[in-house]
């Protein structure tokens, strides 16, 4: 089966993972039942895999979330206030803008009702 293309999720043969070997002192080797001392990355026909031998990779640490505040306001209560404060005095601009309008209109009625 040499000629199948290796997943990602297929483990190596190897006897670090085999259930007839048993680790020895030394890291490098291990103990085959078959062949005796060998190291840890020897592959052998008799290969069986054990499952709790496996050490499986630790997950990646998530990040917590920042917050992104979508309005630009940096402060929860504070920008709201700040915000409703700018929308009544942009409404109040536009008030005002009305009433000059309407006074000038009522200055120009008045002069040509007197002129």
């Known amino acids: 089966m040499s000629f199948m293309k290796k997943t990602k999720y297929e483990i190596e043969k190897i006897c670090a993972f085999c259930e007839k070997s048993e680790k020895i002192f030394d890291d490098d ?4 039942e078959k062949y005796g001392v060998v190291p840890c990355t020897y592959k ?11 050490v499986p990779p630790r997950t990646p ?3 917590p979330l ?3 505040d979508i309005d630009g ?43």
Do not use: Q
């Open 61 to 63: 640490k998530i990040r």
């Open 73 to 115: 306001d940096s402060d929860g209560d504070k920008s709201e206030k700040a915000a409703s404060d700018t929308r009544n005095s942009d409404i109040s601009d536009i008030k005002d803008k009305e009433n000059i309008e309407n006074k000038e209109e009522n200055k120009e009625n008045t002069d040509a009702e007197n002129g």
């Open 66 to 68: 920042e917050y992104v």
């Open 29 to 32: 080797n291990m103990l085959c």
């Open 44 to 54: 052998c026909r008799s290969f069986s895999y054990d499952p709790l031998k496996r």
